[in-house]
T-cell receptor, first 108, second 116 residues
Framework: GQNIDQPTEMTATEGAIVQINCTYQTSGFNGLFWYQQHAGEAPTFLSYNVLDGLEEKGRFSSFLSRSKGYSYLLLKELQMKDSASYLCAVRSGYALNFGKGTSLLVTP | DTGVSQDPRHKITKRGQNVTFRCDPISEHNRLYWYRQTLGQGPEFLTYFQNEAQLEKSRLLSDRFSAERPKGSFSTLEIQRTEQGDSAMYLC??????????????FGPGTRLTVT
């Protein structure tokens, strides 16, 4: 079975740093993805981790610990446009298995 | 080619009718996926094609759902005898089997289905 948990909602202030956590228990693991989804739009790729450690890409970083079944997405220098849903997904075989998403609200 | 396209973007149908959605993947991508997303949930995997071969279909929601990719290019998803519970966003994604973006799935804008 697949169980992927992430907080439902978070609020942060413009210019701040926010960390969105994701824990998973899945029957297979071929990598962990983070996607951003604005309301009414398609998910867009942010990051991919298959080995333990930190991957940095501009204002976004993602961390993975396979032994703990844990990942986080770190967003720095928050901007208003970062208000969106952030989806954690575990690749198992061909499929991406998504969590329910974390709705992030960035306030002035 | 600017990305994955889906048609129609919105579909309203009456319960019991059949509907068909089309997805055109990024041209060099040989892998194609269908997902369903309901409000407040993440996308839910439905089926997967590699070229024209449907390699995973066990997670299609019922036998009312079927998908095809006859020539390994565009794909169609059909829902027969629609039910109100089928109302959702249907997302298509594609990926390449090589290169730096090997595992990245690119999503289309989706088809929003409303069953009345």
């Amino acid at each position: 079975g697949q169980n992927i948990d992430q907080p439902t909602e978070m609020t942060a202030t413009e210019g701040a740093i926010v960390q969105i956590n994701c824990t998973y228990q899945t029957s297979g693991f071929n990598g962990l993805f983070w996607y951003q989804q604005h309301a009414g739009e398609a998910p867009t790729f942010l990051s991919y981790n298959v080995l333990d450690g930190l991957e940095e890409k501009g204002r976004f970083s993602s961390f993975l610990s396979r032994s703990k079944g844990y990942s986080y997405l770190l967003l720095k220098e928050l901007q208003m446009k970062d208000s969106a849903s952030y989806l954690c997904a575990v690749r198992s075989g061909y499929a991406l298995n998504f969590g329910k998403g974390t709705s992030l609200l960035v306030t002035p | 080619d600017t990305g994955v396209s889906q048609d129609p973007r919105h579909k309203i149908t009456k319960r019991g009718q059949n509907v068909t959605f089309r997805c055109d993947p990024i041209s060099e991508h040989n892998r194609l996926y269908w997902y369903r997303q309901t409000l407040g949930q993440g996308p839910e995997f439905l089926t997967y094609f590699q070229n024209e071969a449907q390699l995973e279909k066990s997670r299609l929601l019922s036998d009312r759902f079927s998908a095809e990719r006859p020539k390994g290019s565009f794909s169609t998803l059909e829902i027969q005898r629609t039910e109100q519970g089928d109302s959702a966003m249907y997302l298509c994604a594609s990926s390449s089997e090589q290169g730096a973006t090997l595992y990245e799935q690119y999503f289309g804008p989706g088809t929003r289905l409303t069953v009345t």
